[in-house]
């Protein structure tokens, strides 16, 4: 069963940067396709970028040029970095694992931006 486990969340001002990291109990990345998610207060869940088994990255567009998720196979840790951060980007981050139709989901990381 996959494990994940995100860190990095905080309290940050607007135009700020963090780094989010998602740490996976085994070397499952050329297997599932991995992602991050984020859930703002009173708004559904939404894609932020993901990873391909092969490698392919996509982003949403209201992070483009601003976010970057990266992967160290030999750590089994994805990372999202996050710069030039705004108020909009408010949310608890989730780190997803997704193979066919069965989805593993990390306990989530608050990033707060303020204004």
């Known amino acids: 069963q996959v494990h994940l486990v995100e860190s990095g969340g905080g309290l940050v001002q607007s135009g700020g940067s963090l780094r989010l990291s998602c740490a996976a109990n085994?070397?499952?990345?050329?297997?599932?396709?991995m992602g991050w998610y984020r859930q703002a207060p009173g708004k559904q869940r939404e894609l932020v970028a993901i990873?391909?088994?092969?490698?392919?990255?996509v982003y949403a567009d209201s992070v483009k040029g601003r976010f970057a998720i990266s992967r160290d196979n030999a750590k089994n840790t994805m990372y999202l970095q996050m710069n030039n951060l705004k108020p909009e980007d408010t949310a608890v981050y989730y780190c997803?694992?997704?193979?066919?139709?069965?989805?593993?989901w990390g306990q989530g990381t608050q990033v707060t931006v303020s204004s």
């Open positions: 997803n694992a997704g193979l066919g139709t069965s989805a593993s």
């Open positions: 085994g070397n499952i990345f050329n297997v599932y396709a």
């Open positions: 990873f391909s088994p092969g490698g392919n990255k």
